[in-house]
C-alpha cells in the first residue's frame, strides 16, 4: 500500500525539465543581475585590495557559467539521468511545504527520514528515498529544498542560487589561505575557485557542491576563533553549523579534515622554541593522529550509515573493483587499484594507489571520452606540479618544510587522508572526479606552499652567505 501511494505522488523530475522554459528566459537573467550587482557592491565596499575585487566578481561569475553548463550537459547530454534531478524532485516536495505554509515547511524540514505522518505525507512521500530512510539523500533536498522557495519552478534557477550561495564557502576558503599567504594570492584563487573539475562539479546540484563549501566555511571559522582571534561566536556558530551540515552530507569528509584540523591548531600552538627532542617526540604523536585519521574514516562511516560498515567495508570495496574492473574492459570509466586485499589492513595498505589515483589519474592512455580527456589534464598538471616540486625543493627540505609548517601540514595530511578514502572507493572515474573536489585546493596550496617556503630560506641562506 505504501509503495503504492508513493509511486502515485512521484513524479519524474523531466516533466519540468524539458529545456528552457518561458519563466527561466524571464527570470534567470534578472536572478543573475542581482547576484552580480551584490557581488560587485560587496567587492568594491570590503575590498580594498583590486586584486580581490576582481577575484571575487570573476570567481562568482565563473560559478554561475559552470552551473549553467552543469544543468546544460545534465538536461541535454545525460537526458535527465543523474542525482541532479533526485535532489531537484525533493526540492520541489520541501518548496510546495513552505508554500503551503512556512509551518509545514519546518514540519517536512524536522521529519525524521523513513517516519510518515498523515500531515507531512503529500510531501514526504515526494521526496527521493525518504521511504527508506536515506538521510543524505533526504538532507540535501531539505537544502535544495529551502533554497527553491525563490527558485519558482526552475531547475536552472535552482542550480544559480545553489551555486551563488556556496560561492560564499568557496570565498571564505580562498581568504583563509590569502590572508596566511598574501604574495601566493593568485595560487590560492585558482586552486579554490577556478580548478576546472571542481568548478565544474562543485557549482551543480549536488552534495559535493554544499560539502565543498562548507568545508571552506569550517576552515575560515577555525581561522577566526583561533588565530585571528575576531567574531569568535558567530565564526563559533558558522563551524558548528558547516560540521553538521558535512556530517549530515559526507561524513567521511568530516573525519578526514578532523585529523588534520588538530594538527594544524597543535602546531600553531606548541612551544616555539622546542628543542631536538620535543621534536622527536612530536612526530608520533602526528603520525598516530594520521593513522587515527584513517581508523575515524572506517569507524566513522559505518557509525553513520550501514553501507559504510567495518563489517561490509571488505566485501563493498571489492565488489566496486570488481563491477568497474569489468566496465574498464569494456572500454568504460572504471579503474583497479591492482592486487588489493579486501581487509581492514589490506585497504590501508592500498594507501599509496589510492592517493596516485585520486590526484595524478586518470593517466593520458586511460582516456575513454573528452570529459575524461579534460580530467587527464588536470590530473596531469597536478603530477607535474608534484614531481616538479621534489625535484626543485628535494625530498628532505619538502618533509622538513611539511613538518614545520603548520599549514602544509594541514594540506597535505587532509588531501592525503581525504585521497585515500576516495580512491579506495569509488573505483570509477566518472564518480572520483566528482568525490574528490574538496581534496584538490588543499593538495595544490601544499605544493604552492612549499615552494614559496623554499624560496623564502634559499633567500635566507643567501643574506647569510653575504
Not at 524540514?109 to 503529500?122: I, K, R
Not at 559504510?308 to 572500454?331: S, V
Not at 597536478?382 to 628532505?396: P, R, W
Request: proline content about 4%; some cysteine; overall charge positive.
Amino acid at each position: 500500500m505504501l509503495l503504492t501511494l508513493l509511486q502515485s505522488n512521484y513524479r519524474s523530475p523531466l516533466d519540468l525539465i524539458t529545456g528552457l522554459m518561458l519563466i527561466d528566459l524571464l527570470v534567470n537573467p534578472l536572478y543573475i543581475l542581482c547576484i552580480m550587482s551584490i557581488s560587485y557592491v560587496i567587492a568594491q565596499k570590503f575590498y580594498p585590495n583590486a586584486l580581490d575585487r576582481s577575484y571575487l566578481i570573476s570567481g562568482m561569475a565563473a560559478k554561475i557559467f559552470a552551473s549553467f553548463l552543469f544543468a546544460l550537459v545534465y538536461v541535454y547530454y545525460y537526458n535527465g539521468r543523474g542525482d541532479t534531478f533526485y535532489y531537484y524532485d525533493g526540492a520541489k516536495a520541501v518548496r510546495d511545504a513552505f508554500y503551503h505554509s512556512p509551518l509545514m515547511g519546518i514540519k517536512v524540514l524536522m521529519a525524521e527520514s523513513g517516519v510518515f505522518t498523515d500531515e507531512t505525507f503529500p510531501y514526504t512521500s515526494r521526496i527521493p528515498t525518504f521511504w527508506r530512510g536515506n538521510t543524505e539523500v533526504v538532507f540535501m533536498c531539505k537544502i535544495a529544498g529551502v533554497i527553491a522557495v525563490g527558485a519558482f519552478q526552475s531547475y536552472w534557477l535552482l542550480s544559480f542560487l545553489v551555486a551563488a550561495l556556496s560561492f560564499i564557502g568557496n570565498w571564505k576558503m580562498f581568504r583563509f589561505f590569502s590572508e596566511l599567504y598574501p604574495s601566493l594570492k593568485k595560487h590560492a584563487a585558482y586552486s579554490v575557485l577556478f580548478v576546472p573539475s571542481a568548478l565544474f562539479w562543485g557549482s551543480g546540484l549536488l552534495k559535493d557542491t554544499i560539502v565543498f563549501s562548507a568545508l571552506g566555511w569550517m576552515m575560515y571559522s577555525v581561522y577566526n576563533i583561533f588565530i585571528r582571534k575576531k567574531n569568535v561566536i558567530t565564526s563559533s556558530l558558522a563551524l558548528i553549523i558547516a560540521g553538521y551540515i558535512i556530517f549530515r552530507l559526507k561524513a567521511y569528509v568530516l573525519y578526514a579534515f578532523l585529523p588534520a584540523l588538530f594538527i594544524w591548531l597543535f602546531m600553531h600552538f606548541k612551544p616555539k622554541n622546542e628543542g631536538v627532542a620535543l621534536k622527536f617526540a612530536l612526530t608520533p604523536i602526528m603520525f598516530a593522529a594520521v593513522i587515527g585519521g584513517l581508523g575515524l574514516i572506517v569507524q566513522g562511516l559505518g557509525s553513520s550509515s550501514d553501507k559504510y560498515a567495518i563489517g561490509e567495508l571488505g566485501d563493498r570495496a571489492k565488489g566496486f573493483q570488481d563491477y568497474h574492473t569489468r566496465l574498464a574492459d569494456q572500454g568504460q570509466t572504471g579503474y583497479s587499484l591492482g592486487d588489493v586485499q579486501f581487509t581492514p589492513t589490506g585497504i590501508v595498505s592500498s594507501f599509496p594507489a589510492a592517493v596516485n589515483v585520486t590526484y595524478f589519474r586518470p593517466y593520458p592512455w586511460e582516456v575513454r571520452d573528452p570529459v575524461q580527456a579534460l580530467s587527464a589534464l588536470e590530473s596531469l598538471f597536478f603530477l607535474s606540479l608534484f614531481l616538479h616540486t621534489l625535484f626543485t625543493v628535494g625530498f628532505l627540505r619538502t618533509f622538513k618544510i611539511s613538518f614545520n609548517n603548520p599549514d602544509v601540514a594541514l594540506c597535505l595530511i587532509f588531501s592525503l587522508i581525504f585521497g585515500f578514502a576516495v580512491g579506495v572507493t569509488a573505483y570509477n572515474f566518472g564518480a572520483l572526479v566528482r568525490f574528490k573536489i574538496p581534496g584538490l585546493a588543499f593538495f595544490l596550496m601544499a605544493f604552492w606552499i612549499i615552494r614559496h617556503e623554499h624560496k623564502r630560506m634559499l633567500a635566507e641562506e643567501s643574506e647569510d652567505h653575504d
